[in-house]
């Protein structure tokens, strides 16, 4: 407690040096965005008589997490040391060891968490270990944004399936291409780029068979920067009908590639596709319209935790009707073209009352160029569709 006459400045300033150590450790775990799956990015950041002397993250699934990075980086400074991390150091052994157990061994005075692990079979066992050890703890600085930054794995964890983002690019009269079909390009070089930065820190990248057909994309990142990686490949393909002289065929082998087929499909050309290096996952279905609910569950067995579509109207309008999406980015550019047979970002059955229309939050607006783009939350959640 703060003492009385005192005690407004004393709670301030101890609250100022909390936010200001825990921005630290989010900053720290933002550096492996798009690296971690099915893990989340958590920083850690070691303080002593208000120096920072030791700072770590977790940079890859499998290998040490933060807070031994930031434990080892501070040695013997660790004794007596306060602790910083953006979520709850872990208390079971996965691929690594218990983060609690070494905390306690550097003699740590005191942790201070943002938020819990989301597990339920997990959360509060990680502190229960550090306050059986006598280690003073503190939870709930900067909460909201610990769990912004790990949106897709707090879902992931509560759901087993990917967080999934729709990507758009439309015109600002709301179509995709031209009645003819010209979609290129829609939004400018500067969006384009953005959209290749998601794709580096998305674990796969899902598109229909239409625009295979249509566009022969490549689906890969195109970056300068050294530390860039393709997603992984989801193509919707009911049939099969995936060319077999396409871009996504020829370079199967050198990004993984994933189609998802129905019952229907020719076992001849599955079997073409699985000997060119795709994997190819058959449905129980002779629906023309695959479930994306089970493609989404099987995304999550295979550890994906985030996907981005970059699919057509009827795809992106299942998985609005069905509510699956997650976050939205939509590009509009300042264009016009017009007609009724041009299509549109979002088809479907579509919602019959304007009261039922799909709400977004936590909104965000960012320019490129001349392209405006949006960037927001679904208000729904898969469990409360």
């Known amino acids: 407690m703060c003492s009385p006459g005192v005690g407004n400045w004393c709670c301030f300033m101890r609250n100022y040096e909390n936010e200001k150590y825990m921005q ?64 709850e150091p872990c208390s079971h052994y996965g691929r690594t060891p218990p983060c609690a157990d070494a905390i306690v061994r550097a003699g740590v005075k005191k942790v201070v968490v943002a938020g819990l692990d989301p597990n339920p079979r997990v959360s509060g066992r990680g502190l229960k270990v550090l306050q059986d050890a006598g280690i003073e703890t503190l939870t709930g600085v900067l909460e909201q944004e610990a769990q912004k930054l790990n949106l897709a794995f707090f879902k992931y964890i509560q759901t087993r399936t990917p ?12 179509k995709i291409a031209t009645s003819t079909g010209d979609s290129r390009w829609i939004s400018g070089a500067g969006s384009r780029k953005y959209v290749h930065q998601l794709r580096n820190v998305y674990d796969a990248i899902m598109v229909g068979i239409g625009t295979v057909l ?57 079997e073409f596709l699985e000997e060119a290096g795709l994997t190819v996952i058959q449905l129980a279905t002779d629906e023309e319209k695959l479930p994306l609910e089970e493609v989404l569950q099987v995304l999550g067995e295979m550890e994906i935790m985030t996907l981005l579509v970059e699919g057509g109207g009827e795809i992106n309008g299942y998985l609005i009707e069905k509510h699956l999406i997650d976050k939205v980015y939509w590009f509009i550019a300042p264009k016009i073209v017009g007609g009724r047979a041009a299509p549109t970002p979002v088809g479907g059955t579509g919602i019959p009352q304007l009261k039922d229309a799909l709400p977004l939050k936590s909104m965000e607006i960012q320019r490129f160029d001349k392209d405006i783009l949006i ?8 469990s409360e569709g």
Do not use: W
């Open 375 to 382: 960037v927001a939350e679904v208000g729904y959640r898969k």
């Open 24 to 87: 630290k450790a989010l900053a720290l775990a933002a550096r492996a965005q798009g690296r971690t799956s099915p893990n989340p990015m958590v920083g850690a950041v070691v303080v002593k008589d208000n120096q920072v002397v030791g700072e770590g993250y977790h940079r890859k699934a499998g290998t040490p997490h933060a807070e031994v990075h930031a434990l080892q980086a501070a040695g013997e400074a660790a004794r007596g040391a306060t602790l910083y991390v953006n979520l």
């Open 163 to 174: 967080l999934v983002s729709l990507k758009v690019a439309m015109t600002l009269d709301g």
């Open 214 to 270: 249509k566009d022969d994309p490549m689906l890969n990142t195109r970056l300068e920067d050294e530390n860039i990686r393709d997603p992984v490949r989801v193509i919707i393909d009911s049939k099969l009908d995936l060319p077999r002289f396409s871009n996504i065929v020829k370079t199967a082998r050198q990004q993984k590639t994933i189609v998802f087929c129905g019952q229907q499909a020719d076992d001849a050309r599955q």
